[in-house]
């Protein structure tokens, strides 16, 4: 079976400059560019997805005014945001670009134009707290979609599966006390920004919402391919999401020179296809990924394709279900006792 796979890829996106030697520069969109240009790309069922910039009202369902205000005075100009955040002239309609594309893309998946979408934008968001920028981000592109998925569409439940190298700190800052915003993350550890303890958990209403798996370096196929093929789908059966998002970090990539993962073409395909198995269980297929770190043109063109082949079912894979003990889930099986106590698993 094949899905309708929408893809939103944004050129002015290539407008965000946060400098030479900058690791988040717009060589990582101009990749994927030539990458959806490519004759593997062009042979999936893709279906091209109209966008427009984030309005504020948008941005302002996740952020503060504040943050807002302080990128607007970036207009015309170059801002170091933080020590490796910076806004270039450009910045901040290619944030609101990014931003508007993940709407659009939720727009799309709900009105049933497209089962899936890919959106390939930048700069990336998952760092972006409420009333910060940080680590490369803006604005915080998946919350957004997030928010406007249950403001709009009217979804009760909305889960955030974020696979980065990094902990997407923003992300869960923003949702750690909502009870119907399920926001998983593995990551590895330690690493930038320092958080995303597997005991951090949520907060008040929220408790049990957060999911945090942290792992040492040199995880690979097999242990990405346990996680989410068991673990995490299991986690998803049970808070059945209206809506899956996926912050899709290729910075776990075997060729990744920020991170010191290990993970294949075959990995993350695996990744992709165990989601998109989920959402075709749980939510009549609705799942949108969004793209967030990724610094090696082999790691992000192998990876995107790996996903796009995923979401638009020319790869399959099989449901791994079985003794949750028994797979390989490396670091992560020293904390399912802190798991089990919200999910039975």
């Known amino acids: 079976m094949t899905f309708r796979t929408g893809l939103l890829l944004d050129p002015e996106c290539l407008l965000h400059d946060p400098g030479p030697q900058h690791p988040e520069s717009p060589a990582r969109l101009s990749v994927l560019?030539?990458?959806?240009?490519?004759?593997?790309?062009?042979?999936?069922?893709?279906?091209?997805?109209?966008?427009?910039?984030?309005?504020?009202?948008?941005?302002?369902?996740?952020?503060?005014?504040?943050?807002?205000?302080?990128?607007?005075?970036?207009?015309?100009?170059?801002?170091?945001?933080?020590?490796?955040?910076?806004?270039s002239p450009r910045s901040f309609d290619c944030a609101m670009r990014a931003a508007g594309a993940a709407v659009a893309a939720v727009d799309a998946v709900m009105a049933g134009t497209v089962d899936n979408a890919m959106v390939l934008?930048?700069?990336?968001?998952?760092?972006?707290?409420?009333?910060?920028?940080?680590?490369?981000?803006?604005?915080?592109?998946?919350?957004?979609?997030?928010?406007?998925?249950?403001?709009?569409?009217?979804?009760?439940?909305?889960?955030?599966?974020?696979?980065?190298?990094?902990?997407g700190n923003g992300t869960q800052a923003i949702f750690e006390r909502d009870p119907n915003v399920l926001y998983i993350s593995t990551h590895q550890?330690?690493?930038?920004?320092?958080?995303?303890?597997?005991?951090?958990?949520?907060?008040g209403p929220g408790l049990g919402r957060t999911i945090n798996i942290p792992l040492g370096p040199e995880h690979g196929d097999?242990?990405?391919?346990?996680?989410?093929?068991?673990?995490?789908?299991?986690?998803?059966?049970?808070?059945?999401?209206?809506?899956?998002?996926?912050?899709?970090?290729?910075?776990?990539?075997?060729?990744?020179?920020?991170?010191?993962?290990s993970v294949t073409y075959a990995g993350f395909a695996r990744i992709a296809g165990h989601m998109v198995n989920a959402a075709e269980l749980l939510c009549k297929k609705r799942l949108v990924a969004v793209l967030e770190g990724g610094y090696s043109a082999v790691g992000l063109t192998t990876g995107v394709q790996a996903t796009l082949e995923a979401l638009t079912g020319t790869v399959r894979v099989d449901d791994p279900r079985g003794p949750l003990v028994r797979l390989p889930l490396g670091d992560a099986a020293?904390?399912?006792?802190?798991?089990?106590?919200?999910?039975?698993?």
Not at 67 to 85: A, F, N, P, W, Y
Request: glycine letters at 8%; charged letters at 20%.
């Open 33 to 87: 560019i030539e990458l959806v240009q490519s004759k593997a790309v062009r042979a999936l069922p893709l279906l091209r997805v109209d966008h427009r910039n984030a309005s504020e009202a948008e941005v302002l369902r996740v952020h503060t005014p504040a943050l807002l205000e302080r990128l607007k005075t970036s207009v015309g100009h170059t801002i170091q945001l933080d020590q490796d955040t910076i806004a």
């Open 222 to 261: 097999a242990e990405y391919d346990a996680i989410y093929g068991g673990l995490i789908a299991r986690i998803l059966d049970q808070f059945r999401p209206d809506l899956i998002l996926l912050s899709a970090g290729y910075d776990i990539s075997e060729h990744d020179p920020l991170g010191g993962m």
């Open 334 to 345: 020293r904390h399912l006792h802190l798991y089990r106590e919200y999910f039975a698993i």
């Open 189 to 203: 550890w330690p690493l930038f920004p320092g958080t995303g303890a597997a005991d951090s958990l949520g907060s």
């Open 121 to 167: 934008v930048r700069p990336p968001g998952h760092h972006a707290e409420a009333d910060r920028p940080m680590g490369f981000c803006l604005l915080n592109n998946v919350a957004i979609a997030a928010q406007h998925a249950r403001v709009v569409h009217g979804l009760a439940r909305v889960a955030i599966v974020d696979f980065d190298v990094h902990h």
